[in-house]
């Protein structure tokens, strides 16, 4: 459904990104892991429009959107989620996922419905009311991932969305990961929490200094040694056979 | 009795100076950019108010709703041409672009329009309403349910449309509102374009009252900035309020003491505001 095709960004003289190639089926979810520094958060911003890529395309069923600005983006329906939460504080918790409902529902009283429909779905329904600043972390980053899927997107980039959670709370994030598959959307999935992203990815993509070093399965991804010396450094590689 | 008649003269032109600030306050609110050129939206609609007299005998009060849709055309046009370039400049640049504007502005009215006061006279709008022993100018009680109703539509589309969601998710994090499908350039657009509107709309309600001149922006902007400061920087109720408790303080400040003194009593509120509560009345700290 997704292709990324030999994308490149440079800032200046530095690349971020360099012909980094990858696919994404329908409803799949690919772990996008790498050292921190590796091009990650460039592959979302160039994925989401917040930039042009410097060459390279991007695929949407076929159909070249690279360069397109974010709010196209997220007609043609890929959501983001942020590294550090960005929600709309000054708003309650049901009005946050409504802007989301509004992509796709003009009338309010539809986007209020779609709205709950969404929280329900994430569990975050009884906070409805309440101001969206007085959520803790953990239901801050769900409801970051409530107002993406209120958007009704195809494709939902998830930038870090188990950091700093509780080993309960990584469950729960882990969990609806899953759900959200089930429901067909295919989801790219920026981690470091390991054991978060092994269980539930069907490939993982492994960047190291803005290129693809690995792309495989996570079992095999665990024990190629390239992708050992990348987070270990070169002194730790295991001695060959 | 006399003292009641005058706070509520206050009441009357307060609310009118608060339609001015919910324009202003509005674009501060959503693009955190300070328009000094806001006075002359009102001077806008002034002019385009006594030229719809002057020229073909229609009456402020009829052409109010043309009067408004041209500011929201040249707000939004404005925006497209000029401020757009200047959304991410450095604070400096966007003082002076929209001073300039402003300077602009007036000289283009003094240009074509001659420096000369002008007003409107023979409106529908003369005469007296009594009310329990109190009497009130008719103009003066149109203009300040005029800008009840503007104020009151422009917050009702704030809070309770799918277009004014969008402009409050755009305030909030234009970025994140992207990604939500909000296009960032058109909320501006229509942020200017409101703004100009309710400076306009009160423009064409004080245009049966106030004398008509290019500089008469001026006389309203100091308030206007005052008040968005005490309501809160971009707080569209906090700058209501505040308008009514200025209009209230400078009418009744200048009945009991002295006139000359009324923006004295004014500023001396609004620094005890900024210094009690610096993020205003309404606004969050």
């Known amino acids: 459904m997704l292709s990324v095709e030999r994308l490149t960004k440079r800032f200046g003289g530095l690349a971020a990104n360099e012909d980094v190639s990858f696919e994404v089926g329908r409803g799949e979810i690919i772990g996008l892991i790498g050292p921190n520094g590796a091009g990650k958060t460039t592959v979302f911003n160039s994925l989401a429009g917040f930039f042009p890529p410097s060459s390279g395309q991007i695929r949407l069923d076929g159909q070249p959107v690279a360069g397109l600005p974010p709010e196209r983006m997220a007609a043609l329906g890929v959501a983001r989620t942020f590294q550090i939460v960005r929600i709309f504080k000054s708003m309650t918790v049901l009005e946050n996922v409504m802007v989301g409902a509004m992509l796709h529902h003009r009338a309010v009283p539809a986007a209020i419905g779609k709205a709950r429909e969404a929280l329900r779905f994430t569990g975050l329904d009884r906070r409805a009311g309440d101001p969206a600043s007085q959520l803790t972390v953990a239901e801050q980053k769900r409801l970051e991932v409530t107002r993406a899927l209120a958007c009704e997107p195809r494709l939902l980039l998830l930038d870090e969305t188990m950091a700093g959670l509780t080993q309960n709370e990584v469950q729960e994030a882990v969990e609806l990961v899953k759900r959200i598959q089930a429901r067909g959307i295919a989801c790219v999935v920026v981690e470091h929490v390991m054991e978060g992203i092994m269980p539930i990815a069907d490939r993982m993509v492994v960047l190291e200094r803005g290129r693809v070093i690995a792309n495989g399965p996570p079992r095999a991804i665990a024990e190629d040694p390239v992708v050992v010396a990348a987070y270990l450094g070169e002194e730790y590689r295991a001695p060959g056979p | ?285």
């Open chain 2, 1 to 285: 009795m006399l003292l009641l008649q005058t706070i509520l003269s206050g009441v009357l032109i307060g609310l009118v100076y608060a339609l001015v600030a919910v324009g202003l306050t509005l674009i501060f609110g959503v693009m955190d950019i300070v328009n000094f050129a806001h006075g002359e939206f009102l001077m806008l609609g002034m002019y385009a108010s006594f030229w719809g007299f002057a020229l073909w005998k229609l009456d402020p009060l009829f052409t109010l709703p043309l009067t408004a849709l041209l500011l929201f055309g040249v707000g939004a046009a404005l925006y497209r041409v000029v401020i757009r370039r200047i959304t991410d400049a450095p604070m400096l640049s966007q003082i002076f672009t929209t001073f300039g504007l402003m300077i602009l502005f007036r000289g283009l009215a003094q240009y074509f329009w001659s420096p000369d006061f002008r007003s409107v006279e023979g409106s529908v709008l003369t005469g007296k309403v009594a009310f329990a022993g109190l009497q009130f100018g008719l103009p003066q009680v149109v203009a300040a349910l005029g800008a009840v109703a503007t104020s009151g539509a422009v917050w009702w589309f704030l809070r309770s449309t799918r277009l004014g969601a969008a402009l409050e998710a755009t305030a909030a994090d234009k970025e994140a509102a992207a990604l939500m499908g909000i296009d960032a350039q058109k909320m501006f657009a229509l942020a200017w374009g409101l703004g100009a509107a309710c400076a306009g709309v009160a423009g064409a309600l004080l245009s049966t009252t106030f004398p008509i001149f290019p500089e008469v922006g001026a006389s309203f902007i100091l308030f206007a900035f005052v008040l968005v400061a005490l309501g809160g920087f971009g707080s569209v109720a906090g700058a209501f309020w505040a308008g009514i408790l200025v209009g209230v303080v400078e009418v009744v400040g200048g009945f009991l003491w002295d006139p000359a003194y009324k923006l004295v009593l004014v500023l001396s509120l609004y620094l005890l505001v900024v210094w009690l509560r610096p993020q205003g009345l309404m606004g969050k700290a």
